[in-house]
């Protein structure tokens, strides 16, 4: 629950966009306590109230997903010259198989999300890592074409999970000041299997042969299988009833009184809201015009009442559930209170979030941008560098993934505690102890330049035969601003729009997937129509153009969240309501 509230100097009431939230009481006679947000309840079974190491163990079995997917989907690269002596497999058939994986991610999100926000994160964890296991032993025993493409549809259809189903995670577990630190984490792992994928493979292929890079896969996820069944625990809440919650919020519209009754309130900070003082608990004065005002019930003191919003208060009476009631199959959300086809609705609503909501559609545009730049940079490299004047073997082709390494581990470690410390810096120091999402925005300005750099050393190097430590250092610096910007504009997605996140999520990733999968596929006639420079020179051009807009949703982003909020609202309330 966020403070909703914002005063001019009329003493008007107006209520706060999405996600501006009051981060600090600066006005609180024990000191600067940071408000937690989202609000636990007093239930002990609540995530957000579990222990620090059963919070992280979980977060690091999510993330343990993620990097054997991300490894699964990237490590074929390095295997594609000795599938192309072996099988015969052209480098466009190879390509094209990428293309359709990347259509797959895309896909996959939108037909099984709906099932984690209905059914719980853990039966679609457990799902889709046991899938994964079957499929890395199919991919050991590939013959044709028809396993290849068929294996890398399935592969990556469910694979999609690990681009949006983490965050989900991160949002059910942290606290809004704690989840830039987990999202670098979480874009660190991800990126980082994803380059260590192709390292390992390089070796393994070079060693072994190409087919022990898949089995050595079945063997890893086969034990991912055995420890997410006994170790993952739901991370999805629902409330029972006799869990205790902060006062919930119904959004009307009417006329209320200029004043409150002081009757009504009982402390003597409420007391002050009366007067029109400024309160973290929401102003009771109002101006004469109609106003959307949350109805709220207001409690003798805030400290005292359940879901303190500084700490967290543990309620004895409510038992912890045991090992095994932990390790449920599914965790199914009533359908009371949404609409009758809400499960079929999650799977066009992202589409409806991503043109309708300009902060979901812009982030989407930067992820799938950079993420799709990125795509052609790994394809070229292992389509190029095999070749005169490079003459790479396998276990060479996946060493570049060493820079790419160096360059995320800066990248995502480094944004994520620098924009925690940020936000509550500047909004205890700049804005009255309030946070807007946007203030996170301004830690991507440093890392900008990293993406021109890196694009553009990677690009005019491989297409003039430079050097590859030329083509290295471009492949670093690309991937120090690939990390953080990824993190930054996930986290800011996350923040303001925490009540839709699976939908925009989803929405997300769609467009991300789309830019890989257009550009995989036009890459080969596009490349002999004007040479590999200008392809990435004409990507990079239309990246700087997207990140261009950064200033304006650092400047005019509360602006469209506000001017947005009645269709938040209105699909915030067609969610599976889990914490209420």
Not at 106 to 122: E, W
Not at 486 to 512: F, M, N, P
Request: net charge neutral; hydrophobic share 45%; glycine share 8%.
């Amino acid at each position: 629950m966020s403070d909703p509230f914002t005063h001019d100097e009329a003493g008007t009431t107006t209520l706060w966009p999405p996600g501006t939230v009051r981060l600090e009481d600066l006005n609180r006679s024990a000191g600067r306590d940071i408000i937690l947000h989202p609000r636990p309840t007093t239930d002990p079974n609540d995530p957000l109230n579990w222990p620090n190491r059963r919070k992280y163990w979980n977060f690091g079995l999510a993330v343990l997903y993620v990097a054997m997917v991300a490894e699964f989907i990237n490590a074929s690269t390095p295997t594609w010259g000795p599938m192309n002596k072996q099988l015969g497999y052209s480098y466009t058939i190879l390509n094209d198989s990428y293309a359709v994986g990347c259509a797959a991610l895309g896909l996959g999100s939108l037909l099984l999300i709906p099932v984690a926000l209905k059914f719980g994160r853990r039966p679609v964890y457990i799902f889709s890592t046991v899938l994964q296991f079957a499929l890395s032993i199919w991919s050991a025993k590939m013959e044709t074409v028809a396993d290849l493409m068929v294996i890398n549809i399935l592969q990556c259809f469910f694979g999609s999970l690990a681009e949006t189903i983490v965050q989900m995670t991160i949002a059910d577990l942290f606290f809004v000041h704690q989840r830039g630190r987990m999202n670098g984490l979480y874009i660190w792992v991800y990126l980082l299997a994803t380059y260590m994928g192709s390292f390992i493979a390089g070796y393994v292929a070079k060693g072994q042969g190409w087919r022990w890079v898949w089995w050595w896969n079945a063997v890893f996820f086969g034990v991912c299988v055995f420890i997410v069944v006994f170790g993952y625990e739901e991370t999805k809440y629902i409330p029972p009833l006799n869990a205790s919650s902060p006062p919930a919020v119904t959004t009307e519209i009417e006329n209320p009184p200029t004043t409150a009754s002081p009757e009504h309130l009982t402390s003597e900070k409420e007391a002050n809201i009366a007067e029109g003082n400024s309160s973290i608990d929401g102003p009771t004065k109002t101006g004469s015009s109609p106003v959307l005002k949350p109805s709220l019930s207001l409690q003798a003191s805030r400290d005292d009442r359940p879901g303190n919003i500084y700490h967290i208060t543990i309620d004895p009476n409510i038992p912890m559930k045991t090992y095994w009631q932990r390790l449920a199959l599914t965790t199914t959300t009533s359908g009371a209170g949404v609409p009758h086809n809400s499960f079929i609705r999650h799977m066009y609503q992202p589409l409806i979030l991503l043109v309708t909501i300009p902060g979901i559609g812009y982030a989407a545009l930067v992820y799938g941008i950079l993420v799709g730049l990125g795509d052609i940079m790994s394809t070229t490299l292992s389509t190029y560098l095999p070749q005169a004047p490079y003459n790479f073997n396998s276990d060479q082709v996946g060493l570049m993934a060493l820079p790419r390494m160096i360059g995320v581990s800066i990248g995502a470690l480094v944004v994520g505690p620098i924009s925690d410390w940020w936000i509550v810096y500047f909004s205890r120091t700049k804005n009255g102890g309030v946070y807007d999402p946007e203030t996170r925005l301004w830690c991507i300005m440093p890392f900008l330049p990293f993406i021109p750099a890196g694009a553009l050393l990677f690009g005019i190097g491989l297409s003039h035969h430079v050097a590859w430590p030329v083509i290295a250092v471009g492949l670093a610096l690309y991937s120090i601003g690939l990390a953080a910007i990824q993190s930054l504009v996930i986290t800011y997605v996350t923040d303001s729009y925490k009540e839709v996140i699976g939908d925009a999520l989803v929405a997300v990733t769609v467009i991300r997937n789309s830019f890989s999968t257009a550009f995989v596929f036009a890459l080969t006639p596009w490349v002999a129509a004007v040479s590999i420079q200008w392809v990435l020179v004409t990507i990079l051009l239309i990246a700087c153009l997207i990140l261009s807009g950064l200033g304006i949703f650092i400047k005019y982003g509360k602006t469209f969240r506000d001017r947005c909020a009645a269709t938040y609202e209105y699909y915030a309330q067609r969610q599976y309501q889990e914490r209420v």
